[in-house]
Each structure stands twice: as C-alpha cells, then as structure tokens.
C-alpha cells in the first residue's frame, strides 16, 4: 500500500539532466513542508544546494538526499538520511527517518518513473541507505531492498 500522494509531490528536474538522462551523475534531493505536507525533489547531476538554503532545512536537518552509482556493470541507488543533525535525538530521529523512508523511496521512485520506464532493469538494482550519525549505534548502511518495492501501481 502506498503512502505517496502523487498530487502532493512536487518535481524539478536542473538542466542538463532530463526526465530520462543521464543516469549517471542524477541526484535527488528531496525536502518537505511540515505546513502543507508537500514534498519538493529536485533531479540534477548533483545535490541542489539552492533547496537546502532555507532556515527551516538548516534547522531541521530531515532532508533525504540520493544518487545513482554505477561500479562496473552494476548500478545502484544510495541514499543518504543525517542522524546526527537537526532537531531532536539520534535515537529520535533515527526512527522518524525508518518510518517516513518508504514514503521517500516511492516520491523518488515515481517522481522520476520516466527514468525507470526507459532503463527497466534499474527496478532491479539495490536500494543503500546510509543513516549517518556520530554514534556508532546508529551510524549504518543497510540494504532496503529494490525501487520495483516502491512503485505505485499507477506508474
């Protein structure tokens, strides 16, 4: 069952990357409104750091960020939550980020589903998460399996 509302879901994709190009460098960047809900991903050849500006992000520090790597043949999604920062505990926010990531995961998979509708076998590829935190407790990177899991039935 999804959790995204597509309607709420805003998307911007930074020249010279396009809805089905490059593969590799595509950056997600991904922040909300605590007000409205709606979420803002920006697709780019790297992080927009324009969209982390703003005081409520520094503050909060509950950005998702993302990337497509490719090792040899392989290719792969990493995406990057910051325990440590912002607003609240690490155990605090650690959870909070384990709850809300399905929901990041389907707003990047459709979002960008031209993307996976031209390269098919990336559905296939691995999903890293990496939480980063100054403890080690929760300092990890863990396979959340792969972004077919995350589609809407409507892409």
């Keep these: ?15 010279p990357t396009t809805v089905d190009s490059p593969l590799v ?42 990337e497509w790597l490719k090792t040899e043949e392989t290719y792969s999604l990493h ?6 920062k912002g607003i609240g505990t690490s155990k605090f926010r650690d959870r909070i980020f384990r709850q809300e ?12 589903q031209a993307l996976f509708h031209a390269n098919p076998f990336l559905d296939q590829t691995k999903l890293w998460i990496h939480f980063q935190s100054k403890k080690d407790k929760f300092n990890k990177v863990e396979i959340w399996g792969s972004p077919e899991k ?6």
């Design 1 to 15: 069952m999804s959790r995204l509302d597509p309607k709420k879901l805003h998307v911007t994709f930074l020249s």
């Design 25 to 66: 460098p595509r950056c997600y960047t991904l922040t909300h409104s605590d007000r409205t809900g709606d979420l803002f991903l920006t697709i780019a050849h790297e992080f927009n750091k324009k969209q982390l500006k703003g005081w409520q992000i520094r503050i909060m520090r509950d950005e998702v960020l993302a």
């Design 79 to 84: 995406v990057y939550c910051q325990i440590s």
């Design 101 to 112: 990531l399905p929901l990041v995961l389907e707003a990047f998979r459709y979002g960008d």
């Design 150 to 155: 995350y589609a809407l039935i409507e892409d």
